[in-house]
């Protein structure tokens, strides 16, 4: 049996194409060929005019101008209500939990018992806070370990953003600190309350300006029988 169109090739003793099949092929290959031409491809889409897009914008600008103006005025209305709010607040109500806040951290009474004034409305807000205390551990005996007449910090909001601390003022006005060590080598300027020391280094962020007026510690060390009593000011 051979197939239909083919002749027997006594040279290669195999089949070869007769003159049918090769007419049929090439009939076949002239109408792929009017195939492939008669295939469009599909228009490439027009280039987006930029005049075309704003005149869209305005359009719909126009058929939600409604609502844009309520929401506008809504966000108008709260804007102007925060900025109020800072402007107005009595910052002494957060004198509480700033030192509940502080007594929890440090494990050690922190009072805020002087006024806390505050400048919000500014890229370089500011601090105020009057008559700091913080108390001593119970080994220390009575009394505070540091009081602080009049502390005040400005710092820089941009760098914030960055997780970035920048202290553009740091002032203490008539800070007086009293350190103690008894003979057991505690001291009570440690604030771990026993609790693992962090392998990292306290890291002070950068102070622009730093000043201490009319400062005093008192420096005790039972253990070495050293006292100090000297006058800060820088």
């Known amino acids: ?29 002239r109408a792929f ?26 359009d719909w600008a126009r058929r939600h101008r409604r609502g844009l103006a309520w929401s506008g005025g809504i966000l108008a209305v709260v804007t102007v209500a925060f900025v109020l709010f800072l402007a107005f607040f009595d910052w002494n ?24 004034d505050v400048n919000a409305l500014s890229l370089q807000p500011s601090a105020t ?33 960055r997780g970035q601390l920048v202290l553009l003022r740091l002032e203490m006005d008539k800070p007086v600190a009293a350190l103690v060590r008894d003979s057991q080598g505690r001291s009570n ?14 890291k002070m962020p950068p102070v622009r300006r730093f000043v201490i007026d009319d400062g005093r510690v008192k420096y005790s060390d039972a253990k070495r029988r050293l006292t100090l009593d000297a006058a800060v000011s820088a």
């Open 1 to 29: 049996l051979r197939p239909e169109g083919h002749l027997h090739d006594p040279a290669s003793g195999g089949l070869r194409p007769g003159r049918a099949a090769l007419n049929s092929n090439r009939v076949r290959l």
């Open 33 to 58: 060929r009017t195939d492939l031409r008669s295939l469009t491809l599909p228009p490439e889409p027009p280039a987006k005019d930029p005049a075309n897009v704003i005149d869209r914008l305005r």
């Open 93 to 116: 109500y957060l004198r509480g939990p700033i030192s509940r806040f502080a007594s929890m951290k440090t494990g050690r009474e922190v009072a805020i018992l002087g006024d806390l």
């Open 129 to 161: 806070v009057r008559k700091i205390r913080i108390g001593n551990p119970s080994w220390a005996g009575k009394g505070p370990m540091a009081e602080v007449e009049r502390l005040g910090v400005q710092i820089k909001v941009l760098p914030l953003l």
């Open 189 to 202: 300027w440690d604030f771990s309350n026993g609790r693992k020391k962090d392998s990292k280094p306290f």
